[in-house]
């Protein structure tokens, strides 16, 4: 098979999805909402129910449609790589980051949650307290894998998606009838809304939640594996419908329009009707909202990458080669500076956008210093940078 030219508007998107991270985590902080142990960590004298509809927004279509890309490239080195190879890269770039970066960050994040939980509390001895713990093993050893969850389920989802791709080609008329029904589907806005928003609410009623879960348990969690690899598949079938890619751009602004209106309509929902959307929630109306939601941002964000980020960047390739970096470090850093900006006699709003610059600059500053032209972003990405290129 002739080999895909770099898709710099996927490309892109994918790494834009990863540092969507940096304003979901510095937001969440000054949420109104109640996170319990999802996210214990709130700034007593600084919230903002603006935040809650950004922290909203985000998780509506974020890790949607890096799944989605992710399966589309999953789908591109399977076929035009071979399998074997598609595994190695996937163990390489997925696997062993994923190992790493849990074991180095585990008591980083112990750390940092404690100390911020006690400096908020106001404390005495706050570092001591935090630190305390490190004098028993278990602190050091992962109880669950935090943000990198995505990294789990990516590779889940993987695995999966390479067995069912081996399964097809042993069918090719099966294969090949259902991406002529997925070429019909793709080229069609108002179908493949209706009927990919379709399968997202059956989906979801029968996990009864209208929120995708995100697990950090280290034991697979099943909705959150059945929900990401929907999202993984039809990344791997654009994949093989590939040269249909630019009618997604067909209403893409209308999409991300009526996105965003669904989006507070829900969050108006979720305040002021009583309506519950914890994960055991089980109401038809939220998931119906849910479903509509995520494909209209799935086919509108895409959409305008694709119409305006189709061309390459010198700019947009070095952020995209720094993504992966600075998703993995960003997290203690959105949990620790929300203490140094504390007493400052700013509100919430102007705090976390204080936090989201200075994680976003610590995280570059990091990857181009110490990463890029190193064996760690080799590591990461593949490849190093000789230190004199941008």
Same mark, same amino acid.
């Given at each position: /098979?002739?080999?895909?030219?770099?898709?710099?508007?996927?490309?892109?998107?994918?790494?834009?999805?990863?540092?969507?991270?940096?304003?979901?985590? #510095?937001?969440?902080?000054?949420?109104?909402?109640?996170?319990?142990?999802?996210?214990?960590?709130?700034?007593?004298?600084?919230?903002?129910?603006?935040?809650?509809?950004?922290?909203?927004?985000?998780?509506?279509?974020?890790?949607?449609?890096?799944?989605?890309?992710?399966? !589309?490239?999953?789908? /591109?080195?399977?076929?035009?790589?071979?399998?074997? *190879?598609?595994?190695?890269?996937?163990?390489?770039?997925?696997?062993?980051?994923? &190992? &790493?970066?849990?074991?180095?960050?585990?008591?980083?994040?112990?750390?940092?949650?404690?100390?911020?939980?006690?400096?908020?509390?106001? %404390?005495?001895?706050?570092?001591?307290?935090?630190?305390?713990?490190?004098?028993?093993?278990?602190?050091?050893?992962?109880?669950?894998?935090?943000? %990198?969850?995505?990294?789990?389920?990516?590779?889940?989802?993987?695995?999966? @998606?390479?067995?069912?791709?081996?399964? /097809? +080609?042993?069918?090719?008329?099966?294969?090949?009838?259902?991406?002529?029904?997925?070429?019909?589907?793709?080229?069609?806005?108002?179908?493949?809304?209706?009927?990919?928003?379709?399968? /997202? !609410?059956?989906?979801? @009623?029968?996990?009864?939640?209208?929120?995708?879960?995100?697990?950090?348990?280290?034991?697979?969690?099943?909705?959150?594996?059945?929900?990401?690899? !929907?999202?993984? =598949? $039809?990344?791997?079938?654009?994949?093989?419908?590939?040269?249909?890619?630019?009618? =997604?751009?067909?209403?893409?602004?209308?999409?991300?329009?009526?996105?965003?209106?669904?989006? =507070?309509?829900?969050? &108006?929902?979720?305040?002021? @009707?009583? %309506?519950?959307? +914890?994960?055991?929630?089980?109401?038809?109306?939220?998931?119906?909202?849910?479903?509509?939601?995520?494909?209209?941002?799935?086919?509108?964000?895409?959409?305008?990458?694709?119409?305006?980020? #189709?061309?390459?960047?010198?700019?947009?390739?070095?952020? #995209?080669?720094?993504?992966?970096?600075?998703?993995?470090?960003?997290?203690?850093?959105? =949990?620790?500076?929300?203490?140094?900006?504390?007493?400052?006699?700013?509100?919430?709003?102007? +705090?976390?956008?204080?936090?989201?610059?200075?994680?976003? &600059?610590?995280?570059? $500053?990091?990857?181009?210093?110490?990463?890029?032209?190193? !064996?760690?972003?080799?590591?990461?990405?593949?490849?190093?940078?000789?230190?004199?290129? *941008?």
């Amino acid at each position: /098979m002739e080999k895909t030219t770099r898709i710099h508007s996927l490309d892109s998107l994918r790494a834009i999805m990863m540092l969507l991270g940096i304003l979901l985590h #510095s937001a969440v902080t000054y949420n109104v909402t109640d996170h319990g142990e999802v996210w214990n960590l709130k700034d007593p004298e600084s919230t903002h129910i603006a935040t809650d509809f950004l922290v909203l927004l985000i998780h509506s279509f974020r890790m949607p449609i890096f799944f989605l890309i992710a399966g !589309f490239f999953g789908a /591109m080195l399977f076929y035009e790589r071979k399998p074997f *190879k598609m595994i190695q890269n996937r163990v390489s770039r997925i696997v062993f980051p994923f &190992v &790493v970066f849990l074991l180095i960050l585990t008591p980083i994040l112990g750390f940092v949650f404690r100390y911020s939980n006690f400096a908020f509390s106001g %404390l005495p001895d706050a570092f001591a307290k935090a630190i305390a713990p490190f004098t028993e093993i278990s602190s050091y050893l992962p109880n669950g894998t935090a943000h %990198l969850w995505f990294l789990y389920y990516l590779i889940y989802t993987t695995g999966f @998606s390479v067995l069912l791709a081996l399964l /097809m +080609k042993r069918i090719p008329k099966v294969t090949s009838k259902i991406t002529k029904v997925f070429d019909w589907i793709i080229q069609k806005p108002f179908v493949r809304i209706v009927f990919f928003s379709g399968i /997202m !609410f059956a989906i979801l @009623s029968v996990l009864k939640t209208p929120m995708i879960a995100a697990s950090t348990s280290l034991i697979p969690n099943a909705e959150t594996f059945i929900c990401y690899l !929907f999202f993984y =598949i $039809v990344g791997w079938i654009l994949y093989k419908s590939k040269q249909h890619l630019d009618t =997604i751009m067909h209403y893409d602004w209308l999409c991300v329009i009526l996105g965003i209106i669904l989006v =507070i309509s829900q969050g &108006v929902l979720i305040q002021y @009707s009583g %309506l519950d959307l +914890k994960p055991t929630s089980n109401s038809s109306l939220l998931i119906l909202f849910s479903a509509l939601i995520v494909w209209l941002f799935i086919f509108g964000i895409t959409g305008l990458f694709i119409r305006y980020g #189709s061309k390459h960047s010198a700019r947009m390739r070095y952020i #995209s080669d720094a993504s992966y970096w600075v998703y993995l470090i960003h997290l203690p850093l959105t =949990i620790i500076l929300p203490i140094a900006v504390w007493k400052l006699p700013i509100g919430a709003i102007p +705090k976390f956008l204080l936090v989201t610059f200075l994680t976003t &600059v610590i995280c570059f $500053v990091t990857y181009h210093f110490f990463v890029r032209n190193t !064996f760690i972003g080799k590591f990461l990405n593949g490849r190093k940078y000789a230190k004199n290129k *941008k």
